[in-house]
């Protein structure tokens, strides 16, 4: 094993690989984030598309501690902790008071602990394209987070990596999970898109706090932890097919890889059997498009799994995040 984070997608039982030490954390597809059994199990509500299920495994050189929070989950080692959160939106009025509740407690969380440098945050909303203009979930998840993350004025709010990816409607659970270290990772933006802080007021109140990239260091290595990246070109949507638009996605990873090496130098970061890519479906009748489209890409070895989630623009069809080593 490598001495940073590795990620890899296999079949087993969810509590056999659980007796693994090394484990920092299970991802399960399918199931609601309320039915994780341990700090490390990660349940996540997306089903998956692929022919065989299999689980997304994070394992880490030990030893690793587990603990809770203020009702937070996490799972540490010497390099990185893995924070993970689950709030039952029935106890909130609305999507905007759990997204600050959820952001108050990372913040919290993070001020404590060794590892106070998010990486890259995950975030999966419950129906987010659901209501009207300002008032549509996503829209109201990102005012609830900006509101959290300028409480403090003193501080400057956190702009690591991150996903925002639409749950099904009916899950009860607004759910996030993050990746911390002690040291600040490079965050690296697309020249082919605006800075997502920089959006136009026509996407909402407030603009997404989130780079489009972060270099993590975890002892000798070196990883992109790659954002949710989908057909977008300046801050407009591009194409209105799924194979044009997995396409455009590719065109904005590549420019992101592009951009990692001229920031660090060396060998550009590649999309190979180093790294794992997810992919993110809105119809699930485009799966096989989608899949041939990005055989057509990206290269065989890239260990790859889809899953049916809604973006958060309802013109997006599919989009794309990843880990991938840069050494």
């Known amino acids: 094993m490598h001495h940073g984070l590795d990620i890899r997608y296999e079949r087993g039982d969810a509590g056999a690989l659980l007796e693994d030490r090394n484990v920092l954390a299970l991802f399960e597809f399918g199931r609601s984030p309320l039915d994780a059994r341990e700090a490390r199990h990660v349940p996540v509500a997306l089903p998956q598309l692929d022919d065989e299920a299999v689980l997304e495994v994070w394992r880490s050189r030990g030893p690793i501690l587990t603990g809770h929070w203020e009702g937070m989950s996490f799972a540490r080692c010497d390099g990185v902790t893995m924070g993970h959160l689950a709030l039952d939106l029935n106890e909130f009025e609305g999507m905007r008071a759990a997204s600050f509740r959820a952001y108050e407690l990372i913040q919290g969380f993070l001020r404590q602990s060794p590892h106070h440098c998010p990486m890259k945050i995950w975030n999966f909303i419950p129906g987010i394209n659901i209501g009207e203009g300002d008032l549509e979930r996503y829209r109201q998840f990102c005012i609830g987070r900006s509101e ?180």
């Open 148 to 327: 959290a993350l300028a409480a403090d004025p003193a501080e400057q709010p956190p702009m690591p990596a991150a996903t925002a990816i639409g749950a099904p409607e009916n899950e009860p659970a607004l759910q996030i999970y993050f990746l911390a270290t002690a040291l600040p990772g490079v965050n690296v933006e697309n020249p082919r898109q605006l800075n997502a802080w920089h959006y136009p007021r026509q996407y909402g109140p407030r603009s997404p706090l989130f780079s489009r990239g972060t270099i993590m260091q975890i002892n000798d290595l070196r990883q992109f932890l790659i954002s949710g990246t989908a057909s977008v070109v300046g801050h407009e949507t591009h194409h209105d097919n799924a194979t044009d638009q997995v396409h455009e996605s590719v065109r904005n990873v590549d420019s992101l890889l592009s951009e990692a090496q001229r920031l660090l130098g060396g060998p550009r970061p590649s999309l190979d059997d180093t790294g794992v890519l997810r992919v993110y479906v809105r119809q699930p009748e485009a799966f096989d498009e989608i899949r041939q489209a990005l055989d057509d890409r990206v290269p065989a070895s890239t260990p790859r799994i889809h899953l049916r989630g809604d973006i958060c623009r309802d013109d997006l069809l599919v989009e794309m995040d990843g880990v991938l080593t840069c050494d």
